[in-house]
């Protein structure tokens, strides 16, 4: 049998495919449990490859250790069924063993390989989307898409899901007219696509143009803040950092409250959007009440440390706001011991992970000046530890705060100068070189 967009399936039950394709349907916008749906053909049919290959896809996507036994579990399973899947699937077997195995990179480049034979295979663009911005290919996040879409019509139900994610990665390369064109298209198409939501929202945040962004979150909410919504809660910070960049601090911690960390989580994508939107006020002098104390306790337990590098900071940064510098030291060891593997997070660690955790280790001792010398260096190379360019600016954000509490005033200004240069109507911008020249 064949999938919707043509491609072969190792199946021969319709039931088992319609399936498949409500599981990948959900996962394309981001709504429901595609987990659970996909187990529903399972159930039905245990030996359906796709649908084993489409469920540890979505567990990748949450890019944590705790998947690791479930995904290793689709993994094995799927080598049993080897002989009886074709190609394409063996392909994503590959390179689902290689992300199994802490070979990051070799997952995306295999999907990329796959991705040349089969430009309409929507999971492996999905999860390769997904790999590059968890990785900080940028150019392979706007190039990914680039090499498929030509082999998809605008008729194609899907399309627009191509146009949300290919703004992202014109959005991550600068190209923000043509960003917010494809996002902006990619919405008309479908109004529930919340990643080419994010996609114009990560232009209006990088054009610095707050106003606008919190009116375009907003006058769309009920598009993507569907309580089913998986991804709502990194909406939600996109329109908390519109606010408190113009200043409106009592409004980012409404939104805190409500949509970016509404209850306790271990879930390690929402723990790093609640961590971050506190930081940043924590660098602004803000008062947030008891609301660390949730992410440092969760943090403390250590069952992610060393897993990945971006999670890794964010846990740092949570330590430190809450002066547990014990466990934030504790983190750090942690974390040499295992940027020594040879795997790519042992990469991201060695490269940039660990400067940055000692960076901030020092900024919460108040030894600022060692916290610029770990962060100048690594400031332009954060990319390799993944994120977005709207996520690694609490670097930037760090780094200035530390030069300025250090009197190093003529590095404040410098950087100070370079920020509002390159967002020259973004209000708390212009406050830090105020600070920097008076």
Not at 29 to 39: L, M, N, Q, S, T
Not at 218 to 231: K, V
Not at 259 to 270: A, C, D, F, N, R
Request: hydrophobic share 45%; net charge negative; proline share 3%.
């Amino acid at each position: 049998m064949k999938d919707l967009r043509g491609d072969a399936v190792s199946t021969q039950d319709p039931i088992s495919l319609e399936i498949y394709e409500r599981a990948l349907g959900a996962f394309n916008v981001y709504r429901g449990d595609p987990v659970a749906i996909i187990d529903e053909a399972l159930a039905r049919q245990p030996d359906f490859a796709m649908g084993h290959v489409l469920k540890a896809h979505v567990l990748v996507s949450m890019w944590e250790r705790s998947m690791l036994p479930p995904i290793e579990e689709c993994v094995a399973r799927l080598k049993e069924l080897d002989n009886r899947s074709n190609d394409r699937e063996r392909r994503h077997v590959q390179a689902l063993s290689l992300w199994a195995e802490g070979d990051w990179r070799g997952y995306k480049d295999t999907l990329d390989r796959l991705l040349a034979d089969h430009p309409r295979d929507l999971l492996a663009l999905q999860a390769g989307h997904l790999s590059d911005f968890f990785q900080g290919d940028r150019e392979n996040l706007r190039g990914r898409v680039a090499r498929s879409i030509a082999f998809w019509s605008r008729d194609d139900a899907a399309y627009g899901y191509l146009l949300g994610m290919q703004a992202f990665g014109l959005e991550e390369c600068g190209s923000y007219g043509a960003a917010e064109e494809a996002g902006r298209h990619a919405l008309h198409l479908n109004a529930d696509d919340c990643w080419a939501q994010h996609a114009v929202a990560h232009v209006l945040e990088m054009q610095a143009r707050q106003a606008e962004g919190i009116a375009f979150m907003e006058s769309r909410q009920a598009d993507w803040a569907q309580a089913d919504n998986a991804f709502q809660f990194h909406n939600w910070w996109h329109t908390a950092l519109f606010h408190l960049d113009q200043g409106n601090h009592a409004r980012a911690l409404e939104i805190y409250d409500r949509g970016v960390h509404p209850q306790p989580t271990e879930i390690q994508l929402m723990l790093v959007d609640a961590t971050a939107l506190l930081w940043r006020m924590h660098l602004n002098g803000i008062d947030v009440g008891r609301r660390w104390d949730d992410l440092a306790a969760t943090y403390a337990k250590g069952s992610e440390t060393g897993f990945y590098a971006f999670n890794d900071m964010h846990a740092m940064l949570a330590l430190v706001a809450t002066g547990r510098q014990q466990e934030a030291a504790a983190l750090l060891r942690q974390v040499e011991d295992m940027a020594a593997a040879n795997n790519t997070n042992g990469m991201m660690e060695r490269e940039v992970g660990l400067p940055i955790l000692k960076a901030v280790l020092a900024f919460g001792a108040g030894r600022y000046a060692e916290t610029v010398e770990h962060l100048m260096p690594v400031r332009y190379r954060a990319y390799l530890f993944g994120g977005s360019h709207a996520q690694r600016d609490i670097l930037h954000r760090t780094l200035i705060e530390a030069a300025l509490r250090g009197g190093d005033k003529s590095l404040a200004h410098a950087l100070a100068h370079e920020r509002v240069s390159l967002k020259p109507h973004c209000p708390f911008s212009w406050g830090l070189h105020r600070r920097a020249t008076q």
